[in-house]
């Protein structure tokens, strides 16, 4: 009796620690299937152009070709990652160009700034300048006028930047263009009633394989 008993108590400790075991094992692979998942993937920023007005454009020839104008839009930034923030390690860019010749640069956030995981950030710019430099050329100038003409001017903005994620090594460039097709309005005049802005995604250029 008593010698069976002993044996009894031995098969259950066994057990006990062999369920322990498991569950320790069950435990770890768990944690590296979430560490992998958290860390492991990069999801790239989603960039959509969420409003835009342009009040002003218009062409100046003298000294040199350069454009006039007075825009603002509303950028939207999305870090889709869960877990992983995302750190500017260059200076987050705005380029403004028309008929491909960039006229305006403007800066989003600096080096060091930081977009958290899973959030949208809404960057509202307002630029303008009396005469912005533009290499328009005469076929430019062309463009130009032609679209002068419609009323409606085809406006690019190029997002760049350079990023690097919580716990991983390499940093991801950021390069987006945001074509824009934009009513003139000028300030103090109603839009008119089809001015309503569609909201613009952007296309991203894709990742490289580390990121
Ligand atoms: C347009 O841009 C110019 C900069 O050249 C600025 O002085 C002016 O206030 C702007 N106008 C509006 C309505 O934003
Ligand atoms: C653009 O159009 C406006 C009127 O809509 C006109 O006054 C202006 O001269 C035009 N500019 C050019 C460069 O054609």
Redesign the pocket.
């Known amino acids: 009796m008593g010698e069976c008993d002993d044996c009894c108590d031995n098969c259950r400790w066994k057990d006990f620690w062999w369920f322990v075991l498991c569950l320790a094992i069950l435990v770890v692979i768990v944690v590296v299937i979430v560490l992998v998942v958290a860390f492991g993937f990069v999801r790239q920023v989603s960039i959509t152009v969420d409003d835009a007005s342009l ?2 454009l218009a062409l100046v020839s003298t000294p040199t070709t350069a454009l ?1 104008y ?1 825009l ?1 839009l509303t950028l939207s930034i999305r870090n889709p990652n869960w877990a992983m923030s995302a750190k500017n390690t260059e200076p987050l860019e705005a380029a403004y160009a028309f008929d491909g010749q960039q006229f305006d640069r403007v800066q989003l956030a600096d080096k060091g700034a930081a977009h958290g995981a899973k959030k949208t950030v809404l960057y509202k710019l ?1 630029s ?3 005469a912005a430099y533009v290499a328009l050329g005469n076929a430019g100038v062309a463009e130009f006028k032609a679209q002068n003409a419609t009323g409606v001017f085809e406006v690019e903005v190029a997002v760049s930047g350079e990023v690097k994620y919580t716990a991983r090594v390499s940093k991801c460039k950021i390069q987006a263009k945001c074509p824009l097709k934009l009513q003139l309005v000028p ?1 103090g005049q109603a839009a008119p009633a089809a001015v309503v802005f569609q909201k613009v995604k952007c296309k991203l250029e894709k990742a490289d394989k580390t990121c």
């Open positions: 009040t002003r006039a007075n603002s307002t303008g300048s009396g300030t």
